[in-house]
């Protein structure tokens, strides 16, 4: 488990890719071929000869997978994501995804091992996920690293995540997209949260319900850059 850093960074100026020629899919070669690449090992060869089309903001454009998860490393936030895989959940993908935009610290599958990548868009390269094979196992880890566990259910007794203050450093523990938190989750989680609704649906899919929630944590410890000023 990679050590927690302190969170407050809001990004850095796209400059890697700020310079190549942009098409729908992503960036192009870099501009002035061979002789003109960056002298840093940060960069992957083949990217800069042949464009990069990832998933990636554009600081990151040509830069190694390892590379980008080592400069993540160094600015995620101390908040974990875990979500519980028993019947294969396809929204697991979705929480992923939005774990790796959120900066979260890494994500946990609780359950089955193997799990629905498609919905990640191949952010799971850049985040840290860990597998427990029990809402037990991921219990005894999150006592160990001080970290509580957030349950994030529309379950009688769950208090409005609006009107609530998140710890800083905690897990935000979701359930499966039919059954909710299990009894072993809701008996491990500290407090259960649940996000107020205003229409005639009985809840929102786990997916949603993951990034709204993160988005929540981010509102109350994030540094969000101000509109005007410069990302530092």
């Not at 490393?73 to 519980?84: G, K, L, T, Y």
């Not at 998140?166 to 649940?194: M, N, W, Y």
Request: negative net charge; charged residues 20%; aromatic residues 8%.
């Amino acid at each position: 488990m990679s050590d927690h850093h302190e969170p407050g960074h809001v990004g850095q100026p796209a400059t890697a890719g700020q310079n190549a020629v942009h098409d729908d899919q992503g960036v192009g070669p870099w501009p002035g071929g061979r002789d003109n690449w960056p002298d840093d090992d940060r960069f992957d060869p083949d990217l800069l000869e042949h464009g990069d089309r990832r998933n990636v903001v554009d600081h990151y454009r040509y830069w190694r997978v390892e590379a980008i998860k080592a400069d993540l490393d160094n600015r995620r936030h101390p908040f974990h994501v875990a979500i519980e895989n028993w019947g294969r959940d396809f929204n697991i993908g979705s929480v992923v995804r939005s774990a790796n935009a959120f900066g979260a610290a890494a994500v946990h599958i609780v359950g089955r091992r193997r799990w629905n990548r498609r919905g990640a868009m191949v952010t799971d390269r850049y985040q840290h996920i860990h597998h427990h094979e029990t809402v037990e196992d991921l219990l005894g880890w999150a006592q160990g690293q001080d970290l509580p566990i957030i349950g994030v259910d529309n379950l009688p007794g769950s208090v409005p995540l609006e009107h609530r203050a998140l710890p800083k450093a905690c897990v935000l523990l979701f359930g499966e997209e039919r059954a909710g938190l299990s009894p072993d989750a809701q008996a491990a989680s500290a407090t259960i949260v649940h996000i107020t609704q205003y229409g005639s649906t009985r809840s929102i899919n786990a997916g949603a319900a993951a990034a709204v929630a993160m988005y929540h944590w981010a509102l109350q410890h994030a540094r969000v850059p101000i509109a005007g000023q410069p990302e530092t």
